[in-house]
């Protein structure tokens, strides 16, 4: 899950930073409402969620949010305020702020409130319409769960066994399996599992695609993930039938 963070106190940006990155988000940090819109306009990468402070340079949270809904974007926002007046709080959510958490803050709260956001977040962004995500995805036998960050296998006789993935293969095979059938280019991919600021290796996403391939592999789940030349990759449900039923 990958989230734009805009917020320009540098030790609270820090301090959520580092909690969501151990959580097993990914993370877009910025300081300046102008800066974020510039994320948020260019097809880069897909944000799952969204963390605006009210009050920023350049623009606004509340700013930000009317942008996002004026086009259509139903990206889940949390509004980070001072501000705790009831008129306040009316403002935020009629400027498209999906929920409203007052200064100071615990990071367990706000842990809870982005994952109760991503149980209402739509599928892609692309429609106002709410939907619930499901916790849990499976594709015959192999079953990954959003809320826990685990992957099984699930066998003919019933016996369950864990895969064990690193936080980035995890990442991987959650974004694959969200877009089934769907070609994801290596930009696409690359941006969607680190941050803009992270330094990236060119070969990067061909090792983690490898290396997803071989636990998988392990376990019977084979041909799952496609290589489209000269596109990409596919998660193509349709190879469970012969591999992991």
């Not at 106002?128 to 499976?138: A, D, H, N, R, W």
């Not at 391939?213 to 496609?226: F, N, V």
Request: hydrophobic content about 40%; some cysteine.
């Amino acid at each position: 899950m990958k989230v734009l963070l805009v917020e320009d106190e540098p030790d609270l940006g820090a301090s959520i930073q580092r909690k969501l990155s151990k959580e097993r988000y990914i993370v877009d940090w910025v300081l300046d409402g102008n800066e974020a819109w510039t994320y948020l306009e260019h097809d880069w990468t897909q944000y799952t969620l969204a963390i605006f402070d009210w009050l920023l340079p350049g623009m606004s949270g509340i700013e930000l949010c009317k942008r996002l809904r004026d086009r259509g974007d139903a990206l889940p926002v949390l509004m980070l305020t001072a501000k705790d007046s009831m008129a306040d709080k009316v403002a935020g959510l009629d400027a498209g702020a999906d929920d409203y958490l007052i200064k100071p803050f615990g990071m367990a709260e706000l842990l809870a409130r982005l994952r109760a956001l991503q149980r209402r977040a739509s599928f892609g962004g692309a429609s106002l319409t709410s939907q619930f995500q499901p916790l849990q995805l499976q594709v015959g036998g192999l079953i990954l769960d959003c809320g826990n960050c685990t992957v099984s296998r699930q066998y003919p006789n019933g016996e369950n066994k864990v895969i064990y993935l690193t936080k980035k293969e995890f990442q991987l095979l959650e974004y694959l399996m969200k877009r089934p059938n769907t070609v994801i280019t290596r930009d696409q991919i690359l941006n969607h599992l680190y941050a803009f600021s992270a330094e990236r290796v060119s070969n990067v996403v061909a090792a983690q695609i490898r290396l997803l391939r071989r636990k998988l592999s392990e376990y019977g789940c084979d041909g799952l993930i496609e290589t489209v030349p000269s596109m990409g990759y596919r998660f193509n449900p349709g190879n469970a039938d012969s591999t992991i039923s």
